[in-house]
């Protein structure tokens, strides 16, 4: 049985941690989904390490269909949440609306993640919940507000951490399962996940978050450049590099194929 957005809010009461990593293809996501993890989040992240970008602003709804498509056939445990790309979802409820109906339909994703607590984000993710669309949100650093925010720490300040915790609070109520909450202090993190009902899934937000996200490139060590929350697991970057130049040596020595 693949996992539900109902599961996680059992989790959650149960003090069960849960585990979430990002994947773009189908081969990534086969082997992430066969070592147990609990969410997986074609993310718009998919912008810079995949496709180059500088930031995730450039990516389309039709770029994000293709790779959740993919992600969808490698996976048979996983809850797949899919995230809408930048001004897909802003403009407007019915744009909204549109656009993560496209999500569900065309790619068997189980859900969506929209960015913001602030009170046009809320309506809207209420008109989606109350249609039958799970949405995940996700407060903090909100990478689509990059221009504005930049890709510093957020909440520092009381006033600051009290407004997330107020957005926070607002997003449950309007029905999100479960909120990402992005790179806070590990304090202000605790305080939300104490506060709320649903699960909160950290990605630089402390240990005391009832699940973790990572970004699998940084993981695996493939990104260029780790963000300060990330963790390494492997030094793939490395061994790829190292196997493409013996490869390279053997293919002009002579050497392969014997």
């Known amino acids: 049985m ?12 149960q003090r069960r941690p ?12 086969q082997l992430i989904d066969l070592a147990g993890v609990d969410i997986i989040l074609v993310g718009d992240s998919l912008a810079m390490p995949i496709l180059g970008y500088e930031t995730t602003l450039p990516l389309t709804l039709d770029e994000m ?8 056939r490698g996976v048979t445990q996983a809850l797949i949440v899919v995230d809408l790309p930048f001004l897909t979802y802003q403009e407007s409820v019915q744009q909204a609306m549109h656009s993560a109906g496209r999500v569900l339909k065309e790619t068997g994703a189980q859900a969506v ?10 309506a809207t993710i209420l008109q989606l919940t109350s249609a039958g669309i799970p949405v995940m949100g996700h407060v903090g650093l909100t990478p689509q ?15 600051a951490g009290e407004r997330i915790v107020q957005e926070s609070i607002a997003l449950q109520e309007a029905g999100v399962f479960a909120i990402v909450l992005e790179h806070i202090p590990a304090d202000l993190g605790d305080r939300i996940t104490q506060k709320l009902t649903i699960p909160t899934i950290g990605i630089g937000a402390g240990p005391h978050c009832d699940g973790q996200v990572l970004v ?3 993981l695996l060590g493939l990104s260029e450049k780790q963000p300060p929350f990330a963790k390494a697991y492997a030094n793939l970057r490395s061994t790829i590099t190292q196997a493409v130049k013996d490869y390279s040596l053997e293919v002009r020595e002579g050497k392969f194929p014997q």
Do not use: N
């Open 113 to 122: 993640k929209l960015e913001g607590g602030y009170p046009a984000m809320i």
């Open 18 to 29: 849960i585990v979430a990593l990002t994947a773009y293809d189908y081969a990534i996501a």
């Open 65 to 72: 269909l293709h790779h959740a498509k993919a992600v969808r």
């Open 145 to 159: 507000s990059v221009h504005q925010l930049g890709y510093k720490k957020q909440g520092k300040t009381l006033e």
């Open 2 to 13: 693949s996992v539900t957005t109902h599961q996680l809010i059992q989790w959650k009461q």
């Open 216 to 218: 699998t490139s940084d």
